[in-house]
């Protein structure tokens, strides 16, 4: 099956710092993934649109100069909180898409903790 | 507002017992995802349903899409601990059978059965 992975699995950094976060495609080659951060019990809320070769979307309220997405290659997205602050620690979830039986599917990656102190 | 209302919000049973979680919605559907997330971990998609009134199963779990693609649900026979996890649902919009775009998620369900 389709696998998507993330690196790191957990970051711990200062404030002010600014963290990358990658994701990518293993097996399938994704022209499209997408950004979410979760909170504790809570469920997924999609931040931006990464587009392989082009600008990401962003969804309204995020700021797209605070989080840099690039999606340089077909299986690479990735995710750069900059000048992070306490308020950005979360659990940020990237996922993939891919044509499977003629239809597209999301797949999801492992996620990533970030913790801002 | 949501653009998928997933009820209810939490759920507490005991072992061996029945439950349903609903997804509802007032937008059609192309497709509609169930996923099983646990605590540290992204979700795993169990299901895609992209017919109106498709049933699909697996294992102890029946998936159901409404007739008219607005609406879905996820039931559980005889759950176990190990079912226990966040539930969610999440549509996609666009051409029939098709995922285009982002997907709709509904605010999930935490299900936790107990031994």
């Known amino acids: 099956g389709a696998v998507v992975s993330q690196h790191p699995s957990r970051v711990i950094c200062k404030s002010g710092t600014s963290v990358k976060i990658e994701c990518r495609s293993l097996?399938?080659?994704?022209?499209?993934m997408f950004w979410y951060r979760q909170f504790p019990k809570q469920s997924l809320m999609l931040m931006a649109t990464s587009n392989e070769g082009s600008k990401a979307t962003y969804e309204q309220g995020v700021e797209k100069d605070k989080f840099l997405i690039n999606h340089a290659s077909l299986t690479l997205s990735t995710l750069t909180v900059t000048s992070a602050h306490p308020e950005d620690s979360s659990f940020y979830i990237c996922?993939?898409?891919?044509?499977?039986?003629?239809?597209?599917?999301?797949?999801f990656g492992p996620g990533t903790r970030l913790t801002v102190t | 507002t949501q653009l998928l209302e997933q009820s209810p919000q939490f759920l507490s049973i005991q072992e061996g017992e029945n439950l349903t979680v609903y997804c509802n919605s007032s937008s059609v559907f192309s497709s509609l995802q169930w996923y099983r997330q646990e605590p540290g971990e992204g979700p795993v998609l169990l299901v895609t349903?992209?017919?109106?009134?498709e049933v699909k199963k697996l294992k102890r779990l029946t998936f159901q899409f409404g007739d008219a693609r607005k609406d879905s649900s996820l039931h559980i026979t005889a759950a176990q601990p190990g079912d226990t996890g966040l539930y969610l649902c999440?549509?996609?919009?666009?051409?029939?059978?098709?995922?285009?775009?982002?997907?709709?998620f509904g605010r999930g369900t935490q299900l936790t059965v107990w031994p």
């Open positions: 097996d399938f080659q994704a022209t499209t």
């Open positions: 349903v992209v017919t109106g009134g």
């Open positions: 996922s993939a898409r891919e044509l499977r039986e003629g239809r597209y599917e999301q797949y």
């Open positions: 999440a549509g996609a919009l666009g051409r029939r059978g098709s995922t285009l775009g982002r997907l709709y």
